[in-house]
């Protein structure tokens, strides 16, 4: 792809750092400084270690760390951590879920935000595997 080439690194890593970038750029429109520099720290950090992982001089962990798949096998591991990591948001958000049922309104806007991330997790979820199944 072009983005391994042009930004050396792959086009994943190239939009979490653009939509951590662009969160930091938000927080210094709105006068919020520290918040501001730290995401532009961990963008800057994120890219920074994808370019690194794509070096050769990387160790495994690195390299899945970064989202930088040297080969199948770095490849297969970085699929199955992965998947626990979707686990453990889909049990994170539903565990928030719960939370906000017991503790906010109903028409509460943090109620409703609750609510669509453990919805949209468990559609993303089902999609992943109807993807996976097919791809199989």
Do not use: K
Request: aromatic share 10%; with cysteine; glycine share 4%.
């Amino acid at each position: 792809m072009w983005t391994r080439r042009w930004l050396r690194m792959s086009w994943w890593n190239a939009v979490l750092t653009a939509a951590t970038l662009l969160t930091a750029v938000l927080f210094a429109v709105r006068s919020q400084w520290l918040v501001a520099i730290v995401f532009a720290v961990i963008a800057i950090a994120g890219a920074a270690s994808a370019i690194y992982a794509r070096s050769g001089r990387a160790s495994d962990y690195t390299r899945l760390n970064a989202a930088e798949y040297l080969d199948e096998r770095d490849r297969n591991i970085g699929v199955h951590a992965l998947a626990i990591v979707g686990v453990c948001a889909l049990l994170i958000a539903l565990g928030a879920f719960v939370a906000a049922m017991l503790l906010l309104q109903p028409d509460d806007p943090m109620f409703l935000v609750a609510w669509a991330q453990a919805l949209l997790l468990a559609i993303a979820w089902a999609i992943a595997n109807v993807v996976a199944v097919r791809r199989s």
